[in-house]
């Protein structure tokens, strides 16, 4: 028997190639806010999209970072304000779209992240603008969650904060957007959203419709990712891809993630790897451990994807991601045998953590790490 659940997922979502020069239409004010990275600025594409949305009054904010801080947070927050915005649009990874949630948010919420965020005693509420996500990497999945991702730099802490008034109003998912994407950016952000879909898949918070979409996300991405990172034009790979992310962002917008994720803030916060990079290095660790307490659904799973064992599974993703030059050794993005043990004690300080289906402490997610120096 299935056990209860709720499944709660407001995003209006449209999915067309070419849908991003549509954004205008469902836009009701006049004051629209692009929030993007400078990539996505000079190269015209956020122009384009800004071009389309007709009698807008449309400002550009372009200097969002990779990681992004809680600074650069409350500097398009200002921008906002002062042009009394009632339209915020994310454009690009997960960076812009985590961004573009908050200052959706401080338009009518008064003070900075940090009123908000960790250690903030303030809580947000009535976000009065409309929020139009358009991922440009298929891989985020934060414009169908209500999860941002921040950095404190001065405490040099990155966290994730959950807030009702984090779902955007609108998901538009461009797949044209992805065509031009560098294969290093396939290869990571496709990765990252394997982990969101077998995070949503054996997480403590799983539920029966989560498992279907994460399932087929699986499936998806693993058919999908070589050629898309080896013939970027490929517009079938390109289209399967973003719609796996899609599915996999949805799974876990209801579960949360797992140890993958929890153990990818202190990697991308201290030693500089990009998010997915961070997530995927713990992966093919992480399948192995997984069926101390999933051992059932993990048996389900690798049939479903053709594996016989948990182990070989394992393996195929390591060779996979080898074959796509992503490291998969810790070693690779310079984390010695000494930083183990402090990687292991800010993982276990992200709650989602504990929802991995297997014991966490100091000591097992210690010598996880070390599998994998
Ligand atoms: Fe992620």
Redesign the pocket.
């Given at each position: 028997m299935n056990k209860n659940f709720e499944f709660f997922m407001p995003v209006k979502i449209y999915f067309e190639a070419g849908a991003s020069k549509k954004a205008g239409q469902y836009i009701k004010g006049k004051k629209v806010l692009i929030i993007s990275d400078p990539f996505l600025y000079h190269s015209g594409i956020a122009g384009q999209i800004g071009e389309s949305m007709r009698g807008k009054e449309v400002v550009y904010f372009s200097d969002v970072e990779p990681n992004p801080s809680c600074e650069s947070v409350d500097q398009a927050a200002l921008l906002a304000r002062e042009m009394q915005a009632d339209c915020i649009v994310g454009l690009g990874g997960?960076s812009a779209l985590d961004i573009s949630k908050m200052v959706s948010c401080l338009t009518t919420n008064e003070g900075s992240i940090y009123d908000y965020y960790v250690g903030g005693s303030r809580s947000l509420s009535n976000r009065s603008t409309t929020l139009i996500c358009i991922p440009t990497t298929a891989?985020?999945?934060s414009e169908v969650t209500n999860v941002g991702v921040f950095t404190n730099k001065k405490a040099g802490i990155k966290m994730p904060m959950v807030s009702n008034e984090f779902w955007p109003d609108y998901a538009i998912i461009d797949s044209v957007l992805t065509y031009t994407l560098p294969q290093v950016m396939t290869a990571t952000t496709g990765m990252?959203?394997f982990?969101?879909a077998i995070e949503a898949y054996w997480n403590k918070n799983s539920q029966p419709m989560c498992d279907m979409l994460a399932m087929g996300a699986m499936k998806q991405i693993l058919s999908n990712i070589e050629s898309a990172y080896r013939e970027p034009s490929d517009k079938e790979a390109r289209s399967a891809m973003v719609c796996a992310s899609l599915i996999a962002g949805i799974a876990f917008s209801q579960t949360r993630?797992t140890g993958i994720?929890a153990l990818?803030f202190p990697l991308t916060a201290e030693f500089g790897a990009s998010?997915?990079t961070a997530?995927a290095i713990t992966l093919p660790a992480f399948i192995k451990i997984s069926s101390q307490q999933a051992g059932e659904k993990m048996i389900t799973l690798i049939r479903y994807l053709g594996f016989e064992t948990v182990e070989e599974f394992a393996d195929a993703v390591e060779q996979l991601m080898q074959s796509m030059k992503m490291p998969t050794r810790l070693r690779e993005i310079g984390v010695k045998e000494s930083d183990i043990e402090h990687i292991a004690e800010v993982g276990l300080n992200a709650a989602i953590i504990q929802l991995t289906p297997a014991v966490m402490n100091k000591e097992t997610v210690s010598s996880l790490l070390k599998s994998i120096l």
């Open positions: 997960g891989g985020t999945g990252d959203a982990c969101h993630t994720h990818s998010h997915g997530c």
